[in-house]
């Protein structure tokens, strides 16, 4: 059971420092615990002390490089469920960005400073990072999740404790937006100019909703919220259907060189480019390392489900203690051959469907190799970061002897396996070739029209 007082008391929070310094393993903890607490009490403890890392981790930590530490020993209030869904403090940092357009808006009309709604708000990480003038207000229907809201704006905003309880509205998020709209007294807080909103999609702990159309309150609900608010942004799974995002918004696809974190959906005075699709790649301390920006494309929303189909299709392989996944995009690129360098897209490109458009202004020879399959070939290399290049050695098709004598005949001893629309275990594939050589090389298991085949590349860095 969550208990919020027990969690933020002052005993709790020296011992966690205490256990912490000491390194003290589970059961040295465990049994200091006995001396003072039940064992429901006890429980709660020790799983809080598992998260207290991460968030600081998430929240808190210096990153530079490869390495990070942490610069404060804050403690914040939550639960497991509840840091996994909050925003991080890269994409976080970056996003407080957009709302420098609400305060322009703001000062043209002679306003005080923005109110924002923090709809759904859970432990606050969509407020944590917003403009230190501005008022945010958090909403949610969960009492435990406003506790943790409450505690961490007096963290992470400043927001003292006596004052916090009046930015916090426990309410439905759809009937605090129609009582914003019609400046009903019924809400103990001014009115609010802006909302904010990330829909839950999980519907027990621990379990992945994979249902995109499965949010809490729906899209169809979030663009109604919309409406009682001069703009807004809401958070979306990446993969959630573009065609049924309406017009007038924008489109935000951000992430790392790695991974696309978050799509958003802007709205109202938010949106800087009203029926554009942006892409925009962050490095760990929220700067904009890469982005790109185009008007959205109606011919390829307009594929209805069974054409589409086709690019939804994806792997999951077990190896290790990870899970390899291809990845597949439509794409309006060519088909071909082979050419001089094969280019995997940049997760933000790919998942805001902007590659091959990107793509093509760099090197008009770009082409995929196979339907559905989102590695481009080219005569030279794609713009990086947007792209990583390979420039191709050899081919053969997948077959062991066929690939082993690759190998053997560029002196290959060790390699990388990357896959897309081909079903291996990685590991255990690099295994049985046995490669042996001086030599390292990135090998690609994927599909040339179709057809299986093994390219194998070498890193090209720019």
């Given at each position: ?25 589970a ?17 709660a ?7 207290v ?11 530079t ?7 404060q020993?804050?403690?914040l ?27 322009q ?7 005080s ?6 709809l759904?708000?859970?432990?606050g990480?969509d407020?944590?990072?917003?403009p ?5 207000i958090g909403?949610?229907?969960d ?5 943790m809201?409450?505690?961490n ?21 759809r009937?605090i ?20 909103i990330d ?22 609900e979030?663009?109604?919220i919309?409406k ?28 790392s060189r ?13 949106a ?12 760990k ?10 008007v959205?494309?109606?011919k ?8 589409q189909?086709?690019y939804?299709?994806n792997y ?12 597949s ?7 071909g051959?082979v050419?001089?360098?094969i280019?995997e897209p940049s ?12 793509a ?5 020879s770009?082409?995929?190799i ?7 070939t ?18 053969a098709?997948?077959s ?14 060790k ?10 275990d ?21 599909r ?15």
């Open positions: 059971m969550f208990n919020a007082e027990l969690l933020t008391s002052a005993k709790v929070q020296d011992f966690i420092e205490l256990a912490t310094k000491k390194k003290m393993d059961l040295q903890v465990s049994t200091h615990l006995a001396k003072e607490f039940s064992n429901e009490e006890r429980a403890i020790m799983d809080y002390m598992a998260l890392p991460k968030f600081r981790d998430k929240f808190f930590a210096e990153k490089g490869n390495s990070a530490k942490n610069t020993a804050a403690f209030l939550c639960d497991k469920l509840a840091l996994e869904q909050s925003t991080a403090q890269d994409i976080g940092r970056w996003k407080s960005t957009l709302w420098e357009r609400a305060r808006a703001n000062k043209n009309s002679n306003e400073a923005p109110v924002v709604h923090d759904c708000c859970g432990m990480g407020s944590f990072y917003l230190r003038d501005f008022l945010a909403v949610d229907l009492e435990n999740r406003l506790a809201y409450r505690y704006s007096s963290v992470m905003r400043g927001v003292s404790r006596e004052s916090s309880h009046a930015h916090a509205i426990l309410g439905d998020v009937e937006a129609k009582e914003n709209d019609s400046g009903s007294t019924a809400l103990a807080s001014p009115k609010a100019d802006y909302f904010t829909p839950a999609r999980r519907a027990l702990e621990g379990e992945n909703q994979r249902d995109l159309r499965n949010l809490t309150p729906t899209f169809e979030v663009i109604e919309s009682h608010y001069k703009g807004g942004m809401a958070k979306i799974p990446p993969g959630y259907p573009i065609c049924e995002i309406p017009r007038g918004t924008e489109i935000l696809y951000i992430g790695t991974d696309c974190r978050e799509c958003l959906v802007l709205f109202g005075e938010l800087q480019n009203p029926d554009h699709v942006r892409a925009v790649m962050v490095d301390t929220g700067n904009t390392i890469a982005e790109w920006n185009e959205r494309d109606e390829r929303e307009a594929r209805n489900e069974s054409e189909s086709q939804d299709h999951e392989l077990e190896g290790r203690d990870r899970v390899y996944t291809t990845a995009s439509e794409s309006d690129l060519p088909l051959n050419s001089k360098f280019s997760p933000v490109l790919l998942r805001s469907h902007l590659f091959g458009i990107v093509l202004a760099h090197d008009e770009t082409h995929l196979s339907p559905g399959i989102a590695y481009t080219s005569e030279k290399p794609l713009p990086s970061p947007g792209f990583a290049n390979f420039e191709v050695l050899d081919s098709e997948i062991t002897g066929a690939v082993r004598a690759m190998l053997k005949a560029h002196d290959i001893g390699l990388t396996l990357k896959l897309r629309g081909v079903k291996v990685p590991d255990q594939e690099i295994k049985r070739l046995k490669p042996k050589g001086k030599n390292a090389a990135t090998l690609f298991y994927t040339l029209n179709g057809e299986k085949i093994a390219i194998l590349t070498r890193r090209f860095e720019q």
